[in-house]
């Protein structure tokens, strides 16, 4: 196993995992740019963008990007977020110059207009189609009610109406504002051979011109609060909570992460015991969402709405306790054991160890092997939890509910 | 990439079945005990679930909090369903730990103790998953057209209903236990950092008191089939189609297999064409293989918006017709390419492993190595889809929708309103 880094002369970083035992390579375009970088007026276009990438460069049509991809027997996807967008395909070893290839060629998209009214017809059918789905736009609203006016508070997908406003000039001035090789890295792990890599994406990348795009990382004012959504037709209810949590370059991140597991893990911790060995809710458990700048942690809660009330003074209740009594070292010890099991079970996947390199860069530019990681969660300790705990009050949070109860109230 | 498959059958009927992948760090096992759902009396729907919830809550030495807290001490990730022939228990861990983790497994399968004081929070755990099902649109069309297809005992889902599970008592678990749970027809299947001939020691000192119980029997309900709207106030319309296929058993399955991955393998596939790259009429459009023991199915997915429904399920539908017509070569040569490519990274994965030489074993009573499974890949050619495409033309098909308006549908001579 090997860690090789270069960075191109126009900025752009290449950081590689390379294991000359692996079966399958995985690369990614990993880029800083999100939700958070758009403005109202053209909310959804980094994610509308992401479709864009595959509809084509001046070298390749939309179907053909996709007949490669195929071809080459990839699994291939990309994603949006907050503040990133991820472009990745795995592939048998064989095929590293030509995924190299593609995948440096469609960073370069033409955004043409037929493919471009097309593909908005497919974004407008995603945003229904998680109209449908629970949380029913409950997340979009916690983020806003929970960020307030700053810029994570802003939807990923955006709305029919800013998604239908759009225009290829409008993404294509957003594109050439975000997607500087600076503000890119690519990634890679598995079997690779590195030098290849380099040459390959100087000559494909090389040309990119480098400028230096902006984003405010300033601290998110957190609120607070109680919103109910009506969803006369949903069957369930569903319960968010945001509190405030550490951010990407807190090092308490790390004991925050094994809190969030003591606590709310989907097997044995706090949330499991209190509601779901009890089947007082269908689903329960919590998570840290990290930003440059800004972090939060999510509880969610799904149960009957019958059940809704009762479950909200109980989740209150419990995180009151746990701030008074803290928890306790046996708890620390279980939730250790099941990390150490479930980073070796990730490294053993290339496309997981891409992902967590590609992901490290975006938030802090650094590396950490599998040992390293390993280490860190395993060095937590009972006091770095309380300090957490203490740092980032569950209790003190934004609490969005959406489903059929009218009348549900924050718990006393 | 070698691949050893070693099995061993036992006194008593287990078979453990296993590969090891001396490349990795970890190890999982995917447990199949033939107590599934379709062993449910009518009255008793969601028994199999019940019992396979109760096994979990106290065995062997521990109560319900040390059992899961013994299986996060040696960090296993578990899981457990029941199904329609089997109820599964999985784990992956740490290699080391996999003898210990059967260790427990062996106590939920043979000496569950269960405790009455843990029968009503099982009993609402079991609710909280029939209640799930309501959200979730895509699957309770789905869930509607596999009962349609294959009738109401192959095609059911193993929830039940809140008044059949309401009426289970701790006796009917004792008694469903007491016939089903058994070795005789159990598989452990074992993938990852392992040494056989030490786990088979193992396994059969766990399991060596266990004894054979007679076979149940088993009873079918016809399928309905037909053309069926559910009405929902959805901002899509969800629409789930069925044909007839071949079960994962049958020497045309690699043929029907390779033609539906034409249909809807990858990106290029026929379907994220026709459906979503030119129309742009939907996010998510599919189409999958369905396996039953001794039949199949194809099923297809679409959600689209209400207004552009009838054109998804018309364009759907053509797509599947034409291909009665044939496969091109090219569409062949990817095919091979994504189906060798998905074999390769499902190597990387012992808990992938575990669960499909499970299957394979369930299904056929062996394993298909990957050399095997290539050679089929590696055979198959337009000609010989072709022809299995010509006598197998996709035809009389089922569909539920689900959404507000139901939508016309001639194929089979029926047009398609509420049932």
């Known amino acids: 196993m090997e860690y090789r880094q270069h960075r191109l002369k126009n900025g752009l970083n290449i950081l590689a995992e390379c294991n000359p035992q692996a079966y399958t390579s995985a690369f990614g375009f990993f880029v800083r740019t999100g939700a958070r970088d758009e403005t109202s007026e053209i909310s959804g276009v980094s994610h509308f963008l992401e479709h864009m990438v595959f509809k084509g460069t001046p070298n390749r049509s939309a179907a053909q990007v996709n007949l490669e991809l195929d071809e080459m027997g990839s699994s291939s996807n990309a994603r949006t977020g907050e503040e990133s967008t991820i472009y990745h395909a795995a592939v048998l070893p064989e095929f590293q110059g030509q995924v190299v290839e593609l995948l440096s060629d469609i960073m370069r998209p033409s955004l043409r207009i037929d493919d471009f009214e097309t593909e908005k017809q497919v974004i407008i059918e995603e945003i229904k189609m998680y109209d449908d789905q629970p949380p029913y736009g409950g997340y979009e609203r916690m983020m806003s009610e929970f960020f307030g006016n700053h810029p994570l508070g802003q939807s990923v997908l955006g709305t029919v109406d800013s998604v239908s406003g759009l225009t290829p000039e409008s993404m294509m001035s957003y594109f050439k504002e975000r997607y500087s090789p600076s503000n890119i890295c690519f990634a890679g792990a598995g079997k690779i051979d590195f030098d290849k890599l380099v040459e390959d994406l100087d000559q494909h990348c090389g040309a990119w011109t480098p400028f230096s795009p902006e984003r405010s990382t300033k601290p998110a004012d957190y609120r607070t609060g109680f919103v109910s959504m009506h969803k006369p037709n949903s069957h369930q209810q569903y319960i968010l909570q945001m509190a405030a949590g550490p951010s990407s370059e807190q090092e308490i991140r790390f004991a925050t992460a094994v809190m969030s597991s003591i606590i709310g893990d989907d097997s044995g911790s706090r949330l499991y015991w209190e509601f779901l060995d009890s089947g007082l809710a269908e689903s329960a458990g919590m998570g840290g969402y990290d930003y440059q700048g800004s972090g939060a942690i999510m509880s969610f809660i799904c149960c009957s709405p019958e059940q809704a009330q009762e479950n909200l003074g109980r989740l209150a209740k419990l995180q009151q306790k746990i701030r008074k009594e803290g928890i306790t070292q046996k708890e620390l010890n279980l939730a250790k054991r099941k990390i150490a099991s479930h980073i070796v079970l990730a490294s053993e996947r290339t496309n997981s160890r891409m992902f967590s390199i590609g992901a490290q860069w975006l938030s802090e530019e650094s590396f950490k092997t599998v040992a390293e990681i390993a280490a860190i969660y395993e060095s937590v300790t009972l006091d770095q939890i309380h300090e957490a705990l203490e740092a980032f009050p569950l209790d003190q949070n934004m609490t969005v509910t959406v489903g059929p109860c009218e009348n549900l109230a924050a718990p006393n | ?419």
């Open chain 2, 1 to 419: 990439m070698e691949q050893q498959i070693f099995h061993h059958t036992y006194e008593n009927g287990i078979t453990l079945v296993a590969q090891p992948m001396p490349w990795l760090e970890s190890a999982a096992f995917s447990i199949a005990v033939p107590a599934g759902c379709r062993y449910d009396a009518l009255s008793q729907r969601g028994i199999a679930n019940f019992v396979c919830e109760m096994v979990q809550r106290g065995c062997g030495d521990l109560n319900s909090r040390e059992f899961i807290e013994a299986l996060e001490s040696l960090g296993v990730d578990y899981s457990s369903s029941a199904s329609l022939y089997n109820t599964n228990f999985g784990g992956a861990m740490q290699a080391a730990q996999l003898h210990d983790a059967l260790r427990i497994y062996a106590d939920v399968l043979q000496r569950p103790a269960f405790p009455e004081d843990q029968l009503e929070d099982g009993r609402l755990v079991c609710f909280q998953e029939i209640a799930s099902l309501g959200d979730d649109l895509a699957q309770r069309a789905l869930q509607k057209l596999r009962t349609n297809f294959y009738g109401s005992i192959d095609g059911r889902n193993c929830e039940g209903t809140l008044e059949t599970v309401q009426s289970i008592t701790l006796d009917d678990i004792r008694n469903f236990y007491d016939r089903h749970y058994r070795p005789n027809g159990l598989i452990i299947a074992c993938a990852g950092k392992l040494e056989f001939d030490s786990l088979k020691a193992h396994v059969g000192e766990l399991f060596q008191n266990w004894h054979p119980k007679p076979d149940p029997t088993v009873t079918t309900e016809p399928a309905t089939h037909g053309v069926e709207h559910i009405v929902h106030e959805s901002e899509q319309t969800h629409i789930a189609i069925a044909y007839p296929g071949v079960p994962y058993s049958h020497e045309n399955y690699y043929l029907n297999r390779g033609a539906i991955g034409v249909l809807s393998g990858g990106m290029s596939s026929r379907l994220f064409t026709e459906v979503r790259e030119k129309r742009g009429l939907c996010y998510t459009v599919f189409a999958s293989c369905h396996t039953l023991k001794d039949k199949g199915a194809v099923l297809c997915y679409s959600g689209t918006t209400n207004e552009r429904a009838q054109e998804t399920l018309d364009v759907i539908i053509e797509e599947l017709q034409k291909m009665a017509l044939g496969i091109k070569e090219d569409e062949l040569r990817r095919l091979k390419v994504q189906i060798r490519s998905g074999m390769v990274m499902q190597q990387e994965s012992c808990r992938g492993r575990a669960g499909s030489i499970a299957g394979d074993w369930f299904h056929l009573g062996r394993v298909r190595t990957l050399d095997e499974v290539n050679q089929k890949i590696n055979e198959l050619t337009v000609e010989s889809i072709n022809e299995y495409l010509a006598a197998n033309p996709p035809q009389s098909f089922d569909i539920v929708t689900l959404g507000p308006q139901p939508l016309e549908f001639e194929a089979n001579g029926i047009s398609a309103t509420q049932a």
